[in-house]
């Protein structure tokens, strides 16, 4: 392909030959003086170098002087027709001025805001492990390596070869789509996108993760051709992008909303890039203005939908947590009288053992039958209440129902049994003042006993149950306690503290 460029001796002399990037083959220039003298260069593609101009190369003319009135480039095999369309002469490299300087810095700043969003993540990834932090991290880094290898800042830092940079752009365009394809798929919540379109996500990130290496490794494959139909190749993965978000936005996905104004520039350059790139006669136009505008917009967004999704998490698993437990205390809990049942006292008999509880009493109501019997099961139910108020629970003492009119005292210090024996005589004093109309006074009978070391729930029990059938049978309204010497201060050696 042939370029000519006519010299205007009135304008300073050009220097350099700008142009887009692209895989060529080689570069060729001629120098032509009025006179007819030549002067020719040629670069190999390898030996480029890059310009300060963001995505261009440069090369030195050959000689120009006064005399010169034209230059000839001829660039062999160039793989994109924005490097000729986009090529010119100037007298010096790109960033010359405090404009283009002011351009940079306002890079670099971008460059800074994308850094941020890769903190953000780590801390969010640390409290929530979902892998739509780990994507976004990826499109993060991905846009940030996309300014540097596309703007003059690659330059000024490294200054690597063009077609290094070529290739580079190729790769990280096709991590960009193929990291911001995955945000989309893992980041939208489940249920809000149609599962044929989440299914195609992934394959459409591999497909551009595909297309780009392929691209970057063989340049000069289908040399004509091969420019526009790897930009068209991406059209399948940009039309299902588009249609998951809509179909999302549809579907009522608050993600989607964020993902949809975040990327809109981002489409919009696709777009751009898509038409202008496949239909023969348009000019190229690769948007990067846009580009950059898009990039703001996609950290913006993207990064206060991450920040939105992370606080809607955790606010429904703080909800399926307080759900949880409140369920467990409801299946700790007797619906009746409030006390905790037998399930809550298995549970945590361990813990109250090493708290100290170390005495257990079973306390049962007598001849509760003829109360309901007699006066039927609300006046019964009304009765249980009142006996779960007077053995209501304090800092040495838990409170259960185990079930019908039998309930367990779990007590600790050394005024336990005491604490026990007020809790039964009051029964009678709290049911006749709460359940007026009973003809007798509603009493109780209890047995209490003590743990003998490490040992479970089920042996005092059953030696409390003991005690208690044995008031039972003694005439009832009475308490049996049963104490190992080794912790009951007034009983003698080996004999049992027997307290009628």
Same mark, same amino acid.
Not at 5 to 28: G, N, W
Not at 275 to 297: E, K, N, R
Not at 308 to 321: H, P, S
């Given at each position: 392909?042939?370029?000519? @460029?006519?010299?205007?001796?009135?304008?300073?002399?050009?220097?350099?030959?700008?142009?887009?990037?692209?895989?060529?083959?080689?570069?060729?220039?001629?120098?032509?003086?009025?006179?007819?003298?030549?002067? $020719?260069?040629?670069?190999?593609?390898?030996?480029?170098?890059?310009?300060?101009?963001?995505?261009?190369?440069?090369?030195?003319?050959?000689?120009?002087? $006064?005399?010169?009135?034209?230059?000839?480039?001829?660039?062999?095999?160039?793989?994109?027709?924005?490097?000729?369309?986009?090529?010119?002469?100037?007298?010096?490299?790109?960033?010359?001025?405090?404009?283009?300087?002011?351009?940079?810095?306002?890079?670099?700043?971008?460059?800074?805001?994308?850094?941020?969003?890769?903190?953000?993540?780590?801390?969010?990834?640390?409290?929530?492990?979902?892998?739509?932090?780990?994507?976004?991290?990826?499109?993060?880094?991905?846009?940030?390596? #996309?300014?540097?290898?596309?703007?003059?800042?690659?330059?000024?830092?490294?200054?690597?070869?063009?077609?290094?940079?070529?290739?580079? #752009?190729?790769?990280?365009?096709?991590? #960009?789509?193929?990291?911001?394809?995955?945000?989309?798929?893992? %980041?939208?919540?489940?249920?809000?996108?149609?599962?044929?379109?989440?299914?195609?996500?992934?394959?459409?990130?591999?497909?551009?993760?595909?297309?780009?290496?392929?691209?970057?490794?063989?340049?000069?494959?289908?040399?004509?051709?091969?420019? #526009?139909?790897?930009?068209?190749?991406?059209?399948?993965?940009?039309?299902?992008?588009?249609?998951?978000?809509?179909?999302?936005? $549809?579907?009522?996905?608050?993600?989607?909303?964020?993902?949809?104004?975040?990327?809109?520039?981002?489409?919009?350059?696709?777009?751009?890039?898509?038409?202008?790139?496949?239909?023969?006669?348009?000019?190229? @136009?690769?948007?990067?203005?846009?580009?950059?505008?898009?990039?703001?917009?996609?950290?913006? %967004?993207?990064?206060?939908?991450?920040?939105?999704?992370?606080?809607?998490?955790?606010? /429904?698993?703080?909800?399926?947590?307080? /759900?949880?437990?409140?369920?467990?205390?409801?299946?700790?809990?007797?619906?009746?009288?409030?006390?905790?049942?037998?399930?809550?006292?298995?549970?945590? @008999?361990?813990?109250?053992?090493?708290?100290?509880?170390?005495?257990?009493?079973?306390?049962?109501?007598?001849?509760?039958?003829?109360?309901?019997?007699?006066?039927?099961?609300?006046?019964?139910?009304?009765?249980?209440?009142?006996?779960?108020?007077?053995?209501?629970?304090?800092?040495?003492?838990?409170?259960?129902?185990?079930?019908?009119?039998?309930?367990?005292?779990?007590?600790?210090?050394?005024?336990?049994?005491?604490?026990?024996?007020l809790r039964r005589q009051a029964i009678p004093v709290v049911v006749a003042s709460t359940v007026p109309g009973l003809e007798r006074a509603v009493t109780a009978s209890m047995g209490v006993t003590n743990f003998l070391g490490d040992e479970g729930l089920e042996k005092p029990y059953e030696r409390a149950d003991q005690l208690l059938y044995a008031a039972k049978r003694a005439g009832r309204n009475q308490t049996r306690s049963a104490i190992q010497p080794s912790l009951a201060r007034d009983a003698p050696p080996g004999v049992p503290a027997m307290v009628a």
């Amino acid at each position: 392909m042939l370029l000519r @460029f006519d010299i205007d001796a009135a304008e300073p002399l050009p220097r350099y030959l700008l142009s887009r990037r692209s895989a060529l083959d080689a570069v060729h220039l001629l120098a032509i003086d009025r006179d007819g003298a030549i002067r $020719r260069a040629s670069v190999a593609a390898a030996a480029l170098p890059s310009s300060m101009a963001g995505g261009y190369f440069k090369t030195p003319l050959p000689g120009v002087t $006064r005399a010169t009135r034209q230059i000839v480039v001829a660039v062999d095999l160039p793989s994109h027709r924005m490097t000729l369309e986009r090529a010119y002469l100037a007298p010096e490299d790109a960033v010359g001025g405090t404009a283009d300087m002011r351009f940079l810095i306002i890079l670099a700043g971008l460059g800074g805001m994308l850094v941020m969003p890769l903190f953000f993540n780590a801390a969010f990834y640390r409290a929530l492990r979902e892998p739509f932090v780990l994507w976004h991290s990826v499109l993060a880094l991905s846009l940030l390596m #996309t300014i540097l290898v596309s703007s003059g800042l690659s330059v000024m830092f490294f200054d690597p070869p063009a077609m290094t940079l070529n290739w580079m #752009t190729a790769l990280i365009f096709g991590m #960009t789509i193929g990291s911001g394809t995955m945000f989309t798929y893992s %980041f939208i919540e489940p249920g809000l996108m149609h599962p044929l379109l989440r299914r195609l996500l992934p394959y459409c990130a591999a497909w551009a993760i595909v297309l780009s290496t392929f691209h970057a490794a063989f340049p000069f494959v289908a040399r004509p051709v091969q420019s #526009t139909a790897y930009t068209a190749a991406f059209a399948p993965v940009l039309a299902v992008f588009i249609m998951s978000v809509i179909d999302a936005l $549809r579907r009522g996905s608050r993600a989607a909303k964020f993902q949809a104004v975040g990327y809109m520039p981002m489409v919009l350059v696709a777009l751009i890039r898509l038409v202008t790139g496949v239909i023969p006669w348009s000019h190229s @136009f690769d948007a990067m203005i846009l580009f950059y505008v898009g990039c703001i917009c996609e950290v913006l %967004f993207t990064t206060l939908g991450m920040a939105d999704r992370f606080v809607t998490i955790k606010r /429904e698993r703080d909800r399926a947590r307080s /759900e949880a437990e409140l369920l467990e205390r409801l299946s700790e809990t007797d619906p009746l009288t409030g006390l905790l049942n037998r399930r809550a006292i298995e549970q945590q @008999f361990e813990q109250l053992q090493a708290e100290g509880f170390a005495t257990l009493a079973v306390v049962d109501l007598d001849n509760f039958k003829a109360i309901n019997d007699v006066n039927g099961h609300a006046v019964g139910d009304a009765v249980l209440k009142a006996v779960a108020k007077a053995l209501q629970a304090g800092p040495g003492v838990r409170a259960y129902r185990f079930g019908g009119e039998e309930f367990v005292l779990l007590l600790r210090g050394d005024d336990a049994e005491v604490q026990a024996e007020l809790r039964r005589q009051a029964i009678p004093v709290v049911v006749a003042s709460t359940v007026p109309g009973l003809e007798r006074a509603v009493t109780a009978s209890m047995g209490v006993t003590n743990f003998l070391g490490d040992e479970g729930l089920e042996k005092p029990y059953e030696r409390a149950d003991q005690l208690l059938y044995a008031a039972k049978r003694a005439g009832r309204n009475q308490t049996r306690s049963a104490i190992q010497p080794s912790l009951a201060r007034d009983a003698p050696p080996g004999v049992p503290a027997m307290v009628a």
